[in-house]
């Protein structure tokens, strides 16, 4: 099951990894704590993490003079929208993004054309991605088509290195079906992430529910419309025993109640996006589609509740939900546009701008938290998050966390322009991003 | 006085002072319309385009009506007529138009904020929002207070009468554009509103709104108001599922000839129509004197005129060198 | 006052600072007896005279023109009003609303209407009451009164009958009242 991986992490495939690297200047920054260290890389690999070193001759020099030298950080939850949807993003420009973003792996969700839910699909999007510009993992489908009514091959998939399943882009409405889904997956050793979105509580809710889509004239989503699905799924997770993700929790309420539940050792764990800690529902109040989203944006009760949940370890990942979306489908009215906005190149800054949370908080949120959640790590075969030291996978990014950049859609790395954040400007940016030795991104500019 | 604003998108675009300068303006286009031949050649010129993407002749006729009267060429575009095809995207068709060269779009859609995103794409065109999903209809708003004015009696009283007036709105607030127009254009003047209906059909929230207060019980407060604005329910916008039957929601919040004994003598009924006769309104009820329906209707042109005039009579063209 | 006619457009908040006085109120008074006295002379027996006061400043003069019509010839002339508001020719380059509404209750087909305005400018105004009162009936004819003239005409326009001609600049305003006419300017806050 780990072949795949192990490919991967030799970085061969590639040949651009091979040949020495060395980062200059930085503060590594990983699991095991700080220091002031260079970073010598040699085909794909840490051979050397100490202060003072020397390149060989013709070695790259990658200067990280004020930086943090960290593992790549890790995106539990990005759509490449490829294959099927290309125009708004494919394999290539949304790795890119992602490296630019200081990713070094992302795990790209099923709700593509077709959907992941066959060995077949999930071959393919390991082919498409085979250089891309971050690790591409998969998350398979829960079930057949992501229409929640028949479990789709986990198994097969598993045997493929699949690690999480979900139906995202929707939740599995069928309690019944949800309970034999988690009693299957357990017996596999894999993990199920929820959408959570009860369909007829949120019935064609376009934005939070509440005194702002009251006022815009819009149909809202109530929060309990996210809340009884967390519900059921801590008592069914409680019940089988089996491991529940819940993806970019929203609201105060399913945070209480996902707090509740690991006190008493029910085995869930949750992620929050970027845009659920920096936006409120207020944003709508313009009616520009690029803050529509799926959860919505919520008042600021809940936004404070997120950074709680980060601050105290209720949220174990902060994963971006990466969803471009063509242009012209966000001229569409708002009640017609598609839900969803981008996130690879501005999570990081996002979280050092407005979390006040040591750096290493957020790392262990961005990198090594989600890299061992969706099996990514050195536990599980896999080459990501793990601390620098010798013999190590070179899966690194280096960030200026005093840089300040502002946001403008057109440069982004993705096809689509679809950022709440145009214009805003941000502390905190990635400098280079090292995939399996090779350096894909250099003083912020991709180098393919 | 503050300038008028640029588009008319919302009643939280007038403040009490330009509400008022509209209802002023709007009696000298009301003698207008008086006259043999009810026409100025105030807007001669100019190019008024109406873009209807739900059907409505009425207040689309009620529009051009208006801006003829005012002597503008007009273009309408209809959806499901040629010139706006299925498919083609709205931003396209707001291009085209300001490549023929509109001065006015008066847009009406089925979704919430499409006039506000148009104002955004458009450059030296006036917005009017003719009704957005369930946000805002201004205009109709508008004519609600000029119909109550004028039976008020309040000519060169302006917008005094207003003050500590008791408005109630029965019926389907939670998906009514036409609610949130009048609820910002009563309180605006400094009037009292009550809100009646089923809580099913209230807003999912009333934080914030500038009302009076919220009741269940139509019986309870039709002798304490002097002016009654219903409301259709809004089946095409799914209010039938937030009631269990017609015949309950009548039951409870019909203006029934019952009913209409209840109100004070000098109480006056308002529906901005069309009426569903029997449902929220007896037909009895919808010919009494204190039911100020076709009158609304006649002001509405009127007042119509007034908006566009403010709209665009008032430095919005480039100025030419004058001597 | 031919304010409607300025140039630009009155800042917000201006007054207006009167400089001299040209005439008092019994001037005033004068002017529109003789003027009452040349309309009946003009229009033999004032059977189809119509006084039409341009909103605002030639309201009142209409009225006291009628009033001494009536005390003078003992005749019944009616009086309407009219804002030409909706027929100015600078629609849409400054902003100016109706001031009040029109009120012409009687059909003008035949009848001699007599213009009333306070001042006579650059004869804009008068232009566009004439095209207003088009939509009333065609009048056999159209005669204008008066109280000041101060000249700088755009137009081919003349009065009838004036209260007193006085010659000014361009920036100055002039300013009717029934205490009297004066000169001066408009000062912004």
């Not at chain 1, 979280?351 to 959640?373: C, G, K, M, N």
């Not at chain 2, 002749?57 to 801006?67: G, I, K, L, Q, V």
Request: glycine share 10%.
């Amino acid at each position: 099951m780990a072949d795949r991986m192990a490919d991967r992490t030799t970085g061969g495939a590639r040949g651009a990894g091979t040949g020495e690297t060395l980062v200059r200047g930085g503060t590594v920054i990983d699991r095991t704590g700080s220091r002031r260290a260079d970073v010598r890389v040699v085909d794909g690999r840490v051979v050397e993490v100490a202060e003072g070193l020397d390149p060989a001759p013709g070695a790259r020099v990658l200067e990280a003079g004020g930086c943090v030298v960290a593992p790549g950080l890790v995106d539990l939850h990005t759509h490449l929208r490829e294959p099927g949807r290309e125009e708004a993003e494919t394999i290539e420009s949304g790795t890119r993004a992602a490296a630019l973003g200081g990713y070094t792996a992302v795990v790209a969700m099923p709700n593509t054309d077709p959907p992941l839910d066959s060995a077949e699909s999930v071959r393919n999007v390991f082919a498409l991605a085979d250089q891309a510009m971050a690790e591409v993992a998969v998350a398979g489908a829960i079930t057949v088509g992501r229409a929640g009514e028949r479990l789709a091959p986990m198994a097969e998939l598993a045997d493929l290195g699949v690690r999480l399943f979900t139906d995202d882009g929707d939740g599995v409405q069928s309690a019944g079906l949800m309970r034999r889904a988690l009693q299957y997956a357990t017996g596999l050793g894999v993990i199920l992430g929820q959408h959570c979105e009860d369909r007829s509580l949120a019935a064609g809710g376009t934005m939070h529910e509440g005194a702002w889509s009251s006022r815009l004239g819009l149909p809202g989503m109530p929060s309990e419309a996210e809340e009884v699905m967390v519900a059921r799924d801590i008592a069914l997770s409680r019940a089988t025993g089996g491991r529940v993700h819940f993806l970019h929790l929203s609201t105060a309420g399913s945070i209480d109640l996902v707090r509740r539940a690991r006190a008493e050792g029910v085995p869930v764990t949750a992620e929050v996006a970027p845009h659920h800690f920096t936006l409120t529902d207020g944003c709508a109040a313009g009616y520009d589609p690029v803050f529509k989203v799926n959860p919505p944006l919520r008042p600021q009760e809940d936004v404070d509740a997120v950074k709680a949940a980060l601050a105290d370890g209720t949220a174990d990942a902060i994963a971006t939900d990466h969803a471009p979306h063509a242009p012209e489908l966000k001229d569409l009215p708002f009640d017609q546009a598609p839900p969803g906005m981008l996130g690879l190149q501005t999570a990081l800054a996002l979280s050092l701008t407005e979390l006040d949370l040591p750096i290493e908080r957020l790392l262990a949120l961005l990198s090594w938290q989600p890299a061992a959640l969706c099996g990514l790590d050195a536990a599980h075969g896999g080459a990501h998050g793990g601390p620098v030291e010798p013999g190590a996978p070179a899966n690194l990014c280096v960030i200026d966390p005093t840089a300040t950049w502002t946001v403008d859609p057109t440069a982004l790395a993705s096809r689509s322009r679809n950022t709440p954040y145009a214009g805003r400007t941000l502390t905190g940016r990635v400098r280079h991003t090292v995939l399996a030795g090779e350096p894909v991104v250099i003083d912020a500019e991709a180098q393919r | 006085m503050s300038p008028f604003p640029t588009h008319l998108l919302s009643m939280d675009d007038l403040d009490a002072a330009a509400i008022a300068e509209v209802l002023r303006v709007t009696d000298s286009f009301a003698e207008v319309g008086r006259r043999a031949n009810p026409k100025v050649p105030t807007l001669r010129g100019r190019t008024v385009a109406t873009l209807f993407f739900e059907d409505s002749t009425r207040t689309r006729m009620s529009f051009e009506t208006a801006a003829k009267r005012m002597s503008a060429d007009v273009l309408s575009f209809s959806a499901g007529s040629s010139s706006v095809k299925k498919g083609e995207s709205l931003r396209d068709t707001i291009e085209t138009i300001q490549a023929i060269g509109m001065d006015a779009v008066i847009i009406r859609h089925s979704s919430s904020g499409v006039p506000a995103r148009v104002a955004e794409w458009v450059d030296h065109c006036a917005v009017v929002n003719a009704g957005d999903g369930w946000h805002q209809h201004p205009t109709q708003a508008l004519l609600d207070l000029y119909t109550v004015r004028q039976s008020l009696g309040g000519g060169d009283e302006g917008t005094d009468a207003f003050d500590g007036l008791r408005v109630t709105i029965v019926g389907d607030i939670r998906h009514s554009r036409v609610a949130r127009s009048q609820i910002t254009a009563y309180a605006a003047l400094g009037a009292e509103v009550t809100l009646v209906a089923p809580a099913t059909l209230l807003p999912p929230s009333l934080e914030g709104w500038p009302i009076a207060g919220v009741s269940h019980d139509l019986d309870a407060v039709l002798g304490d108001t002097d002016v009654i604005s219903l409301l259709r329910l809004q089946a095409e916008r799914g209010s039938g599922a937030y009631v269990p039957t017609m015949r309950e929601y009548s039951a409870g919040y019909a203006l029934t000839a019952r009913r209409a004994l209840q109100l004070s003598p000098e109480a006056i009924i308002l529906h901005p129509g069309p009426m569903v006769r029997g449902v929220e309104i007896a037909s009895e009820v919808a010919e009494l004197p204190s039911a100020r329906i076709t009158d609304q209707v006649g002001n509405g042109v009127a007042v119509r005129m007034a908006v566009l005039f403010l709209l665009l009579g008032q430095g919005t063209r480039e100025v030419e060198s004058h001597g | 006052m031919a304010e409607r006619e300025r140039s630009h457009t009155r800042p917000r908040g201006a007054v207006f600072v009167p400089r001299v006085q040209v005439m008092s109120a019994d001037d005033v008074r004068r002017a529109i007896t003789r003027m009452a006295h040349e309309i009946a002379e003009r229009n033999r027996g004032l059977h189809d005279v119509v006084l039409v006061g341009l909103q605002t400043g030639g309201v009142g003069i209409a009225h006291r023109l009628a009033d001494t019509l009536a005390e003078v010839e003992g005749a019944d002339v009616p009086v309407g009003t009219l804002d030409v508001a909706f027929y100015r020719d600078d629609i849409g380059l400054r902003p100016v609303l109706p001031e009040a509404t029109t009120d012409i209750t009687a059909d003008l087909t035949g009848a001699t209407v007599v213009l009333v305005d306070d001042v006579l400018f650059t004869g804009r105004t008068i232009r566009a009451a004439l095209n207003a009162l088009g939509e009333y009936g065609r009048a056999q004819a159209v005669e204008l009164a008066v109280m000041v003239d101060r000249g700088h005409r755009e137009l081919p326009i003349r009065p009838d009958y004036v209260g007193k001609n006085l010659p000014t600049s361009r920036d100055e305003m002039v300013d009717v009242t029934d205490e009297g006419v004066s000169l001066g300017e408009l000062v912004g806050r």
